[in-house]
Every structure is written in structure tokens, then in C-alpha cells.
T-cell receptor, first 113, second 111 residues
């Protein structure tokens, strides 16, 4: 059974640019959540998508957005990149919402220069 | 603000010993609790989930939950050098659909 697939694995962007990250969940999983991981802040929740709708959002600026498609694949977008956006972005997939086990992809390492 | 607290370590144990990792959480209504292992440069890997008070064993791993004390722990028996990693405690709070993570405890198993 294939795991969670995130693309690309690595990205280098310039301040002010925008970036789109992709996540394909485990087959049959309907919930996709996104997290940002930095050495100082640890893992922080960005947002959750279920049935193509954003159900929950963390405390991040509006520059961070996302969407989910009918096949449960999800994308997140960061506009007007800042140096502080450099982080590991992780996608987690779950069968359903509400406390079921979540499995992470390999992550996308974003570096903003 | 819902919080999950872990001792950052590093926690060093000799090979073959029991490693004990602890986690406390602030949201008394939390219902779902998870332990993840994260090797340096890799993504978190789910190793245990626990939902009710008591112990849950899986191989060399035992998760313990005490909701009254708002405390969850992970025991690793017969620790191996390959267990050296950062262990993340994650909690889903009452009425929530998101994981709240602790900062993680770095475990080092000395051969």
C-alpha cells in the first residue's frame, strides 16, 4: 500500500515569490492536514481538509492557503514568501476526521533566500 | 491555548535498558494520543496510538495513559541504538480535529 506522497521534496525560492506544494494521501484516506516544522517552533498545524473543504485552520497568516481535490489530493500555497517561511512542510493523511491515526509524508523542505 | 509538554532531553540510556519518555497535556477533554518517532532529517513516523486509560503494548513499545493526571508516557524496552531519534507526543483535544505536538524528546541509546 503506497504511503503519503509529497512533491517536490526540496525547493529553493526567493523572497516575494509564491510556491505550491502537493500531497497525495494514502488511498482511501479522506482527511489531509498540513503542518510546518521548524527547529524553534516544532510542528505547528496549518490546516485540515476533508471532503474538499477546509475544516480547520491554524494560526498562520492568509498568505498560507490550500485546497483539496475530489480524489483527496491536496495542495498548499504560500504567497509572498518570507525568509521565516523556510521550514519542512509536512502533509498527514487520515481515514477520517477526529482523532484517527495520521500518517505523514516525507515532507517538502522549503528554503527561502 | 492547548499545550503539550515534553522534556526536550537529550535522554541517554545504555543499550538494552528501558527508555521512559513522558508527556503532559493541558486540555482535560483530550481523547486521542499518539507517539511519533522522527529520525534526523526524516518525517515523523507513527509508532503508537492510545485512546483509553491504562497500558497498550506493541512489541518493545508500551504506551501508558492517565487522563486524570493528564499524562501519557512511552516505554521502550531493550533499547537499541536504532531507537535513537526524537520522540514526539501528539494529542487531539476535545472537539478538535488537529494534532497538537510537543516539542519532542531526543533519545540517545548508547552502545
Amino acid at each position: 500500500k503506497a504511503g503519503v506522497t509529497q512533491t517536490p521534496r526540496y525547493l529553493i525560492k526567493t523572497r516575494g515569490q509564491q510556491v505550491t506544494l502537493s500531497c497525495s494521501p494514502i488511498s482511501g484516506h479522506r482527511s489531509v492536514s498540513w503542518y510546518q516544522q521548524t527547529p524553534g517552533q516544532g510542528l505547528q498545524f496549518l490546516f485540515e481538509y476533508f471532503s474538499e473543504t477546509q475544516r480547520n485552520k491554524g494560526n498562520f497568516p492568509g498568505r498560507f492557503s490550500g485546497r483539496q481535490f475530489s480524489n483527496s489530493r491536496s495542495e498548499m500555497n504560500v504567497s509572498t514568501l518570507e525568509l521565516g517561511d523556510s521550514a519542512l512542510y509536512l502533509c498527514a493523511s487520515s481515514k477520517d476526521r477526529g482523532g484517527t491515526e495520521a500518517f505523514f509524508g516525507q515532507g517538502t523542505r522549503l528554503t527561502v533566500v | 491555548q492547548k499545550e503539550v509538554e515534553q522534556n526536550s532531553g537529550p535522554l541517554s540510556v545504555p543499550e538494552g535498558a528501558i527508555a521512559s519518555l513522558n508527556c503532559t497535556y493541558s486540555d482535560r477533554g483530550s481523547q486521542s494520543f499518539f507517539w511519533y518517532r522522527q529520525y534526523s532529517g526524516k518525517s515523523p513516523e507513527l509508532i503508537m496510538s492510545i485512546y483509553s486509560n491504562g497500558d497498550k503494548e506493541d512489541g518493545r513499545f508500551t504506551a501508558q495513559l492517565n487522563k486524570a493526571s493528564q499524562y501519557v508516557s512511552l516505554l521502550i524496552r531493550d533499547s537499541q541504538p536504532s531507537d535513537s531519534a526524537t520522540y514526539l507526543c501528539a494529542v487531539v483535544g476535545a472537539g478538535s480535529y488537529q494534532l497538537t505536538f510537543g516539542k519532542g524528546t531526543k533519545l540517545s541509546v548508547i552502545p
